[in-house]
C-alpha cells in the first residue's frame, strides 16, 4: 500500500494577481506538490511552473500536461531542463495529447495520436539525459543531430509522465515514461484499473480529484458538486465505467436538463466515489484507499468559488 504525497492543483482561470499567493499558501500550509495545468486559451505550462517554484521555498511543481504536438520537443526539452536546473529535484514534466478539440482548433493535431506521443516522449527523455537524437525523417519526430548543450543539462533529469487516460495510452506509459497523471475523477476502482494497465512497477501515479473539505460533512460534499456537473460526458466515460454505479450514473446524465441539475442530483454516495469531499477524517480515507489502489500523489482541485480560501480548509486532510 502507497501512502500518497498530497498536492494541490492551481486552477486555471485563477485571477492573475492570486496565481503567487496561491502557490505560497500552498507551500507554507504545507502540501507536497503543486500542479498546474496548461489549458487551451489559458496559461502557459512552463511560464507558470517557473513562477511559482521561483515564488515558492520547497514545493514540488508539475506540470500537467504539455500537449506533445504542440511544440517542438527540443524546445519543450529545453524549458524541462531549465526548469530543473534552477530548481533540482522540485520538478514534473508532465505530456499528453491534449484534448483533440482543443488541438485540432490549434492546428496541432496529429495524424497518429499515440505513435506520435511514444516517440515524442522517448526522444524528450533521451534529450534530458544529454543524448543526442536522430531519427528517420520520416518518422513521427524527426530530428537530426538533436541536443542539448551540456551546460544546460539538469543535475537531477526530472520526470517525464504522460497525462492519458485510454488503454493504449495508459500502457503507452508504462512503456515510455515514468508514470501518468490521471484526470478527475479518479475513485479507487479506476486507478487500480489504470495502473494494471500502465504496468510498470515503481511508476508515479498522479490523481487528479474535485477537493472540499469542511467539519460539515453535507457542506463539502454540496461545494463538490459543481465541480463533478461535467461527469458522464464523453471524454470521461474511462473514468466511470468502473463503477459500479456507472449505467445509473449515465441514466441521470440523460435525464438532466442541464450539467447543474445533473450535478444537484448526485446521491451523496456517489459524490463521495467521485470526489475528495467530506470531513478532514473522511478525505484522508479518501486519499488512502487511492493509495492502496496504486496512486502516488493525490492532487486536489479546490471546490468553491474562492480557491486561495479553500486552500487552509484542504490543507486540513493533510
Known amino acids: 500500500m502507497t501512502t500518497p504525497s498530497l498536492g494541490v492543483l492551481l486552477p486555471r482561470d485563477l485571477p492573475a494577481a492570486h496565481v503567487l499567493p496561491f502557490a505560497r499558501r500552498a507551500d507554507e ?15 502557459g505550462g512552463a511560464a507558470q511552473a517557473a513562477a511559482v517554484l521561483a515564488a515558492t521555498e520547497r514545493i514540488h511543481v508539475g506540470i500537467g500536461i504539455v500537449p506533445a504536438a504542440a511544440r517542438s520537443v527540443v524546445f519543450a526539452a529545453m524549458d524541462a531542463a531549465t526548469l530543473a536546473r534552477l530548481f533540482p529535484g522540485r ?30 516522449t522517448r526522444a524528450l527523455r533521451d534529450l534530458l539525459r544529454g543524448a543526442t537524437v536522430t531519427t528517420h525523417p520520416d518518422a513521427p519526430v524527426p ?27 495508459l500502457a503507452a506509459a508504462g512503456r ?44 463539502a460534499l454540496a461545494r463538490a458538486r459543481s465541480g463533478l456537473a461535467w461527469i458522464g460526458e464523453p471524454d470521461w466515460a474511462p473514468h466511470v465505467a468502473p463503477l459500479p454505479f456507472a449505467a445509473d450514473l ?16 448526485l446521491p451523496d454516495a456517489w459524490v463521495r466515489e467521485l470526489a475528495l469531499a467530506g470531513t478532514p477524517e473522511g478525505v484522508r480515507a479518501g486519499v488512502a484507499a487511492r493509495g492502496a489502489a496504486g496512486a502516488t500523489t493525490c492532487v486536489l482541485f479546490p471546490a468553491g468559488p474562492d480557491p486561495l480560501a479553500a486552500l487552509d480548509e484542504l490543507a486540513r486532510a493533510r
Open 250 to 265: 449515465a441514466a441521470l446524465r440523460a435525464r438532466s436538463a442541464s450539467p447543474d441539475e445533473f450535478a444537484a442530483a
Open 29 to 43: 500550509l504545507g502540501f507536497d506538490e503543486l500542479w498546474v495545468v496548461e489549458d487551451l486559451g489559458f496559461r
Open 143 to 169: 530530428l537530426d543531430g538533436a541536443a542539448l548543450d551540456p551546460s544546460s543539462l539538469p543535475e537531477v533529469v526530472p520526470d517525464v509522465v504522460l497525462g492519458v487516460r485510454g488503454p493504449r495510452s
Open 176 to 219: 515510455v515514461a515514468d508514470g501518468v497523471v490521471l484526470a478527475e475523477p479518479c475513485a479507487p476502482p479506476y486507478v487500480r484499473e489504470s495502473v494494471a494497465l500502465v504496468a510498470a512497477p515503481g511508476a508515479r501515479v498522479v490523481t487528479y480529484d474535485v477537493g472540499s473539505v469542511d467539519d460539515d460533512e453535507a457542506a
Open 91 to 120: 520538478v514534473t514534466f508532465g505530456v499528453g495529447h491534449g484534448m483533440p478539440g482543443w488541438m485540432r482548433s490549434a492546428g496541432s493535431w496529429p495524424a497518429r495520436p499515440l505513435t506520435y506521443l511514444e516517440a515524442y
